[in-house]
DNA sequence: CCAAAAGTGTTATCGCTACACCCATGT
DNA sequence: ACATGGGTGTAGCGATAACACTTTTGG
């Protein structure tokens, strides 16, 4: 079979296809990772759960697509979460009505203040991803326990090489939140003392307001925002061997 | 928009897509890291090189497609090279004709004593990376140069913390062979002494066949397989800062 | 004063860099 | 013998892990 771009390219040639964007939203709430769900009332699947997401629209860009399902879901715009494609799933029965492919797409967001449950957006929650992936993820339809599982991986390695543990704070936020977040979305506990050295020395990592804060009770703690940077060098590993 | 599973799904409320599964395929020859390029014959850009691909059929999985090109480009097959979903792209004008998401896939192969050019797959060729991204990547059709350097990107950074240098090696090769391979594909020179104990050190990167071979000349070199971890710890990190 | 959490200092160890040096082959 | 590349030893340095210790608040 040629390319798209070969002599025998014809327009009836292909096979019609749905697109949808799917998201993964993630966040840390109650000690605990959690994900954005919604009910499905429909059949297939009527009860489940499932991830968010909806069909690419006629002249939209991939990325447009999730960025407009993000919004109408929990009234986050990009700027406020990261937002990065994560992996396209096509099997040919993912969905038993018709060919759907999916580009899943991996969000990270602080807690809202707002739960997503208000307004618009009803029927969204958040739901533990322990709990969602428990029993192999049977509870969710089509394959979203894969995709989840995907996004969830994706997500702790970047922690290791990227400041993006920083996108699950508020906007300013303590070293003791940032590494509660490690500690959450890693399953691991860490040295307060060293992994406050090893973030304020990394270069970039942080930027600190100069404002302190003592919510977190004790001693004021100093709060920062996210640094410039991109990369971490050097990482954070996970994993004590 | 709801998702596809939602109250209002219609068949007929989604706009068709076509969906293509494009390769970026690499390989270290010559001492440049090359990408496999088909030249056009129609227009749009004609005459330009694009990477291969094809549509996805009516009843295969993504990774299917992507491996079923890759033979027909190539004659490798999955177990000789690695293949792995690299990312999508759907920007709504990509292709001047109709709406076309592409899943981009990424393969590493070793240097083929067959080149590709032979056989089934006349029109497929090697060309230097460098090359093709010269003056901005003008030279090559669509987006497709944005999805080599995504590639080769991908693949430089894979090479840090997996063992898939391994990948653009024979199925036998000598820590030398290996160390050309980063070298070539990271662009920097590495201390021979220091590479070796680095790799013959890390676990289960490297497998010794107990045979030597003094195809490099001077001293004859261990010959060694791939071994079976796919993480790297502690990882090979590029840059000297 | 005491509890609690922030933040600093110290030491042992590990991994990495740089480079001196020896080994095994082809010519 | 000598050139060529394979492979080992070692010293210095920077990062990490473990943990004692000081600081600054609230109650």
């Not at 899943?104 to 208000?118: E, F, K």
């Amino acid at each position: 079979m040629a390319h798209i771009s070969s002599a025998d390219y014809d327009p009836a040639d292909f096979p019609p296809f749905a697109v949808t964007a799917d998201l993964v939203v993630l966040t840390v709430r109650d000690d605990a990772l959690c994900a954005l769900v919604v009910r499905r009332g429909e059949e297939p699947y009527a009860g489940r759960r499932a991830l968010p997401g909806g069909f690419v629209r006629e002249r939209e860009d991939l990325r447009d697509a999730a960025v407009r399902e993000l919004a109408e879901e929990t009234g986050l715009t990009p700027g406020a979460v990261h937002l990065e494609q994560l992996a396209t799933y096509g099997a040919p029965d993912r969905d038993p009505r018709m060919r759907v492919v999916t580009v899943a797409h991996l969000a990270l967001a602080p807690d809202l203040p707002t739960p997503a449950a208000g307004g618009d957006a009803a029927g969204a929650e958040w739901c533990p991803v322990e709990e969602l992936l428990a029993g192999g993820g049977a509870e969710l339809a089509f394959d979203h326990a894969a995709i989840l599982r995907d996004g969830v991986e994706r997500a702790r390695s970047k922690l290791e090489y990227t400041p993006l543990g920083a996108a699950f704070c508020r906007p300013e936020f303590t070293v003791a939140e940032l590494r509660r977040v490690y500690e959450i979305v890693w399953g691991v506990t860490l040295d307060p003392r060293n992994f406050h050295r090893k973030v304020t020395r990394t270069e970039g990592f942080l930027e600190p307001t100069g404002a302190t804060t003592s919510r977190d009770g004790g001693r004021p703690a100093q709060l920062f925002r996210r640094g410039g940077v991109e990369v971490l060098y050097p990482p954070l590993l996970r994993r004590t061997p």
